[in-house]
């Protein structure tokens, strides 16, 4: 609870810029499925829960559930002037 947590995640999150050095599509974080603070605090951060894992951990027979963090390409809208746009429109 002193933000280490916050920190880390932020920092991970910057690898999903596009204009990073080396740019990821995808953070992933697997959390034992009895880890209810962990679930929260990743949803809390934009991770979405996206698998279930049987029997992840070694030391036990626990599942896990991924969390995932994508990077999401917003789609490119048309400017409303793009007819006005040089090299195209009426001559």
Do not use: C
Request: net charge positive.
């Amino acid at each position: 609870h002193q933000g280490v947590g916050r920190a880390l995640a932020a920092k991970l999150a910057t690898k999903l810029d596009p204009k990073a050095a080396r740019p990821r599509r995808r953070v992933v974080a697997d959390v034992r499925e009895r880890n209810l603070p962990a679930q929260l605090f990743f949803k809390s951060q934009g991770y979405l829960a996206t698998k279930m894992i049987a029997n992840y951990y070694d030391e036990t027979d626990e599942d896990a559930i991924r969390f995932e963090r994508r990077y999401i390409h917003a789609k490119s809208t048309p400017s409303m002037f793009a007819e006005f746009a040089p090299g195209r429109g009426a001559q």
